[in-house]
């Protein structure tokens, strides 16, 4: 059977320092039948004589800058695959990740495919997700990245609309309120760089619930039986309460032991103050002055036989 035509549009926007990475990893692919789309959106450092060294293997587009929605946007009506993968400039994909997030789309029939994460960069960790449920989605307790795999014909009228935060959220909540098939693929990983002061890391967490409310509260308008905006902001604070329950367990339990270690210590103060009287007492008894006056001479004696 021939190989079903995948489409990975890699976006760039300043991001000289690592899209070659982006692009050999796409490049570099185990699963053959493969079209790379990179799509410079007005980078003002060396992005785009970097991106050109590879304009014989890739389709390549560079113009003025006109922000991530619309490049999404853009790459998504250029797409000729089956299945469509985003690459964000700063990550990569591992060699067999294409492979492999097909083989789960065609054995689950599945219309997005999303992997777990290895974030590298200025933060280090895996996060394992779980198989998807609507709910979790909308609590975020799911991250659908942008590099999740899309089968192309489930998209059909849906586009990147958020301008201002959560533009992948927003469009893959779109798609599985439509009723479209997701699923984990649990072996898969996206590498996933974390860096300091980019739009994502330099917002505060409950700055950005407004946007969130507001686009479930866009979504809640189409989909009333599904949709509850408040869900979002009372699981955090679930999260949030939880949170501070187990810090305050590790605070209880850690003053408890500082305070048997404290009743330790005094004890042992009190053990040494004990022993340092006792000492005391010994060397000032009239036993013990006798004794030494009696091994005095003898002392002198042995010394004087050596």
């Known amino acids: 059977m021939s190989q079903p035509l995948v489409t990975i549009a890699i976006t760039c926007y300043n991001y000289a320092e690592y899209v070659a990475q982006a692009i ?77 997030m097909v083989g789960v789309a065609q ?66 909540l779109g798609l599985a309120l439509a009723g479209k098939k997701f699923k984990l693929a649990n072996e898969c990983y996206i590498n996933y760089r974390v860096r300091r002061n980019t739009r994502g890391t330099s917002r505060l967490y409950w700055d950005d619930m407004r946007v969130f409310i507001s686009i479930l509260s866009k979504w809640e308008k189409k989909y009333p039986t599904l949709v509850n905006p408040v869900d979002l902001p009372i699981s955090v604070g679930k999260k949030r309460d939880e949170f501070i329950d187990e810090q305050a367990k590790i605070i209880t339990h850690s003053s408890e032991k500082i305070k048997e270690l404290e009743s330790q210590a005094t004890q042992q103060v009190q053990n040494i103050d004990t022993l340092t009287k006792e000492l005391h007492d010994i060397r000032v008894s009239h036993a013990y002055r006798l004794g030494r006056l009696m091994i005095s001479p003898l002392s002198r004696v042995k010394n004087h036989n050596k």
Request: charged share 30%; with cysteine; glycine share 4%.
């Open 24 to 100: 050999e990893s796409a490049l570099d692919q185990s699963y053959d039948h493969l079209e790379v789309i990179v799509i410079d959106d007005g980078s003002t450092d060396n992005s785009v004589a970097i991106i050109s060294r590879y304009a014989t293997k890739i389709k390549m587009i560079s113009r003025k800058n006109k922000g991530i929605v619309y490049t999404r946007n853009e790459a998504l009506k250029l797409a000729k695959g089956d299945f469509f993968f985003f690459l964000d400039a700063d990550d990569f994909f591992d060699k067999d990740y294409v492979k492999q």
């Open 107 to 172: 054995k689950n029939d599945a219309d997005v495919v999303y992997p777990n994460w290895h974030v590298f960069g200025d933060a280090k960790y895996s996060k394992k997700y779980p198989e998807f449920d609507l709910q979790l989605l909308i609590e975020q307790q799911i991250h659908c990245t942008s590099e999740s795999l899309i089968r192309l014909d489930a998209i059909k009228g849906h586009r990147f609309e958020s301008e201002e935060v959560a533009e992948d959220w927003d469009f893959f």
